[in-house]
């Protein structure tokens, strides 16, 4: 073969060629975008740079073709492509790209050929200097067009400033250099002695970091990190999705992962560093403990520092000699430094942060993941013209399955089940009782402490509080234990009054959320320690000190948020959740009678504040005094019912009544305070959206709270309705709204109100109420079929209750924009997300997708107009709703589809064929495929017509269109 030809070139080995050099391409404009976006921060010209720049990352093509011209190469073009996908053969191939890029190709030529054929020398592919040079010039060739056609552009004089600035692409081109003066130096290394211990090594990286150890006070048993690791996702601005953990590892260039304390960012590391160790063609992972490395960052290197701890720490053979450098600089490692946060003093921290950029510089081929904490990261961030900041997310409903099923499955022994009780039903338990602590379980940590928690008495403590406490005291033993933390402190019985003491302060000091200054804290804590432990105001003041320390040291605790406008460190709880809990207990030291307690705390309930502290306060009352949360409660509607009071402050006090009963036993008489008082405030202000849709939601939340068996709170509602309805139509319709509020999926009794209050007497007055009809689906009580007949009983059109002007009182439809029902089912799949269907037909018994189900087959029976002329006038509004979705996304059932297109034909005809001008209702594809069927007398090839099953509504559809659009409405 006296050229390397396109056949060959071509054949299988060229697409996994083409991957290689767009790989190294990316990668170099990745890095250009980062400078990018750092330096031109806020110029015009950042995003028409950043745009080119993705363009041409985007259409790279990279082929064979440029290579056909490397003249006298007799070699396979499969050996030569196997070579270049070797680490060290990917890490020449960025090195070529940044050389591409900058500019500098033909001053580096030589040395990268040199690389290139010890490359190919030490894969067993010889090629004379001539064909090196050759093959070369073709590989530069193949990655012109994306990187120095982009200098050529107008925003090049950008582009030259962003070369300049590119310090990690210098670098990378400075290392083709240094790498010529390594192979000069040592020569050769001994591949099969490299190759043997990296084997070994690999094999106790799997063993090391395999495993997770549950954060469990009982048992310290390490489980195999597959059988119980959930991969967290993780976001940025520039991922259009997010991806997990695993996806990420290919991603990494120079990445920073920041996340909340507890939520999986160590586990992360691991799990990473597991991964790329489960094969020997991967990278070798190389994790550092950030806070080990702190303890000898002043005399030791990174580098160093990594080659002398892995013996000890992987209990294996120190490395040959020289290896660790080799590897890194040949791209061969994938380098992870966990824990940047956990470096508690500022000023290590920068100096963490210098020497992680140091290194970064030192081998740029390398893969360098780094993990930090979100909060407090921009104090002692890491070059953002280099690195990428991208952010591990909480679990979202699929990943809190997902761990908690293999946590139980892993502790079915353990567990003590009922007879007859299956391991799903603990599941569903423990999520059904978690459900209310959504962020404590959404969180790795604190999701592992609950399932502790559970196991240990089968169910989880009813009430928040009694989780709290639960979970403070794992922490304290858990977290000190897991990070080898120890205290001996003078002043050890007062830890936790001095934490309440701390918390209740920094909740009422630092309302904005943006910390409060290390002097004031020390201060405050000081005082504390005069009044508790000591007369000496300097002991008092060392004891400050030692316990903010204390509590610095536990990043589930309190941590670093920044600095002051004095450059002073400011502080505040990680956890929200444990800094009102904390709180909460000190303000019910402070007001430990009920009668005043709530006096204290209606000033802040009244303006919206204060609700989980304040519920957590309640709580707190009702164990220590008798029948303690009820006094608080009722105190607090004798204040929401005195004269003056607005409607804010009464709908503010009474739904904070409400969230407090949803925690606590209720009496019936305080229910039906409660239920009194919410109804009155329902009818007065059911004009008002806003003000009607929250005493909506906490009506219901309430009357749901009637678990007695005695139907207490139906039983108000009965009365109600019947002094209601005596009153007249106007009475009745308060009736209906209450009702509605009220009931979600009725049960035999409350059907059997429903329908003789409201069904029965249906069409008797002198209008028809079709929210009656609507109310009566969405409970339960009465079927589509029955509503149909009703409605042409009483002489209407068939779907006629769809297109009247809805009273606005139907959950959920309490928006003005909708005006008629009808209008929101035909727009229901561009309001609604998939996920969001289907979470409606998981979570409700009855929504607007149910009811283009059921009326679907009804259809077929019915010969004549569907609805009547002149119920709506149509002027609907959808924005901003019209804007949420840009594509028919919620994959609807035929029958569905079929209902919404007989919908969209019944409005169409009643604009009488005429578009519709506003631009919300024209993004409505059905609708418009409904009007040009009118228009046009025939419905298009792929219109919604092609999505129809039901042959009858095809036909009457069909005969529709053909009529001009006419024949679904009676006049």
Not at 107 to 131: F, H, N, Q
Not at 475 to 500: H, M
Not at 665 to 675: E, H
Not at 900 to 922: D, Q, R, W, Y
Request: charge should be negative; aromatic fraction near 8%; glycine fraction near 6%.
């Amino acid at each position: 073969m006296d050229q390397l030809s396109l056949q060959a070139i071509g054949s299988a080995a060229d697409p996994i060629l083409a991957n290689l050099v767009s790989d190294a391409v990316s990668t170099t404009i990745q890095r250009v975008g980062r400078v990018a976006a750092t330096r031109f921060k806020g110029n015009r010209l950042t995003p028409d740079i950043l745009q080119l720049l993705d363009w041409s990352a985007n259409s790279l093509q990279p082929s064979g073709i440029a290579l056909a011209a490397a003249a006298g190469v007799t070699t396979d073009s499969r050996t030569i492509t196997a070579a270049l996908a070797t680490p060290t053969g990917r890490t020449m191939l960025h090195q070529l790209a940044a050389a591409t890029f900058l500019d500098k190709y033909e001053e580096r030529k030589s040395s990268l050929s040199r690389l290139l054929k010890e490359l190919l020398d030490v894969e067993s592919t010889s090629l004379t200097e001539a064909e090196t040079h050759s093959l070369l010039d073709a590989l530069h060739s193949s990655m012109e067009p994306a990187l120095i056609d982009a200098n050529r552009t107008p925003e090049s004089n950008a582009l030259a400033q962003i070369r300049a600035a590119s310090l990690l692409l210098q670098q990378t081109v400075d290392s083709i250099e240094r790498d010529v003066a390594a192979i000069d130096k040592s020569g050769r290394r001994d591949a099969a002695t490299d190759q043997a211990w990296l084997a070994k090594f690999k094999q106790q990286c799997m063993r090391k970091h395999g495993i997770i150890t549950p954060p469990d006070n009982t048992k310290r048993t390490p489980i195999p990190l597959d059988d119980i690791y959930v991969p967290g996702r993780i976001t940025s601005d520039k991922l259009e999705a997010s991806v997990t953990v695993y996806d990420m590892i290919d991603r990494v260039d120079r990445t920073v992962i920041l996340g909340t304390p507890g939520g999986g960012k160590s586990t992360a590391t691991n799990a990473i560093a597991h991964r790329l160790a489960s094969s020997i063609e991967n990278r070798v992972p190389l994790v550092v403990i950030l806070r080990d490395y702190a303890k000898s960052m002043d005399s030791s290197s990174l580098a160093n520092y990594i080659e002398v701890s892995i013996a000890p720490r992987y209990e294996s053979t120190a490395p040959p000699a020289g290896l660790i450098e080799s590897i890194l600089r040949e791209g061969k490692a994938f380098v992870l430094l966990d824990g940047l946060d956990e470096l508690l003093d500022p000023t290590a921290r920068r100096t963490m942060a210098e020497k992680v950029e140091l290194f970064s510089a030192a081998f740029p081929s390398t893969p360098l993941l780094v993990t930090s904490r979100k909060v407090g990261y921009n104090e002692a961030a890491l070059d953002r013209a280099v690195f990428e900041a991208v952010e591990l997310t909480s679990y979202n409903e699929d990943d809190v399955i997902s761990y908690t099923t293999k946590w139980f499955e892993l502790n079915a022994v353990e567990l003590q089940l009922d007879d007859g009780k299956t391991m799903d039903q603990v599941c569903n338990a423990f999520l059904s009782e978690s459900e209310s602590i959504t962020e404590l379980r959404t969180n790795p940590l604190l999701l592992s402490l609950l399932c502790i928690i559970y196991r240990g008495q089968n169910y989880l403590p009813r009430h928040r509080i009694g989780v709290y406490e639960k979970c403070t005291e794992l922490l304290f033993e858990t977290w000190d234990r897991s990070r080898g933390l120890t205290y001996d402190f003078d002043f050890d019985d007062l830890i936790e009054e001095a934490l309440k003491h701390l918390a209740y302060w920094i909740f009422t000091n630092d309302e904005g959320g943006v910390g409060v200054a290390e002097g004031p804290l020390v201060e405050e804590i000081a005082s504390f320690f005069s009044e508790h432990a000591y007369d000496s105001e300097t002991r008092s003041r060392a004891a400050a000190k030692e316990f903010i320390r204390f509590c610095k040291g536990r990043a589930w605790v309190l941590t670093e948020v920044g600095l002051s406008p004095d450059d002073e460190p400011l502080f505040a709880f990680v956890h929200r959740t444990f800094l009102e809990y904390y709180a909460a207990a000190q303000f019910t030291r402070i007001y430990p009678d009920p009668q005043k307690l709530a006096l204290a705390l209606v000033k802040r309930v009244a303006r919206n504040e204060w609700d989980t502290a304040g519920q957590l306060a309640v709580q707190i009352t009702n164990r220590s005094v008798l029948r303690g949360a009820e006094r608080v409660l009722e105190r607090l509607m004798e204040s929401a019912a005195g004269k003056n009071r607005s409607v804010d402050y009464r709908a503010n006090v009474l739904t904070f009544v409400v969230r407090c009963l949803a925690d606590m036993p209720s009496t019936p008489g305080l229910l039906r305070k409660t239920f009194a008082m919410m109804s009155d405030l329902i009818e007065v202000n059911f004009a008002d959206d806003a003000v009607h849709s929250v005493l909506n939601y906490s009506m219901r939340a309430l009357y749901a709270l009637d678990r007695s068996g005695e139907y207490v709170l139906l039983t108000e509602l009965q009365n109600y309705v019947d002094a209601k309805i005596a009153s007249g139509i106007t009475g009745r319709r308060d009736a209906l709204r209450l009702t509605a509020s009220c009931l979600s999926e009725a049960n035999g009794r409350e059907r059997r109100f429903f329908r003789s209050r409201f069904i029965e007497t249906w069409g008797e007055g002198e209008e028809h109420d079709y929210d009656e009809l609507l109310t009566g689906y969405f409970a339960g009580c009465v079927d589509a079929d029955e509503i149909v007949d009703l409605t042409i009983r009483r002489g209407g059109a068939p779907l006629d209750f769809l297109f009247y002007k809805t009273g606005r009182q139907i959950p959920p439809l309490t928006d003005d924009r909708y005006h008629c029902v009808a209008f929101a089912m035909v727009a229901s799949y561009r309001i609604w997300t998939p996920a969001m269907f289907e979470q409606f037909d998981k979570e409700s018994g009855r929504w607007l997708g149910t009811l283009l189900e059921d009326l679907e087959p009804l259809m077929n029976s019915i010969t004549g107009p569907f609805a009547s002329a002149g119920l709506t006038q149509l002027h609907l509004h959808l924005d901003p709703f019209g804007r949420r979705r840009n594509d028919d996304a919620p994959v609807l059932s035929n029958r569905q589809w079929a209902m919404i297109a007989v919908l969209s034909c019944v409005m169409a005809e009643m604009k009488g064929g005429e578009p519709f001008t506003e631009t919300a209702i024209n993004s409505l594809s059905v609708l418009q495929d409904a009007l040009a069927a009118a228009r046009d007398g025939q419905w298009g090839p792929e219109s919604a017509l092609t999505r129809i099953q039901n042959d009858n509504l095809q036909d009457r559809l069909q005969v529709w269109a053909s009529s001009a659009g006419h024949g679904f409405l009676r006049y």
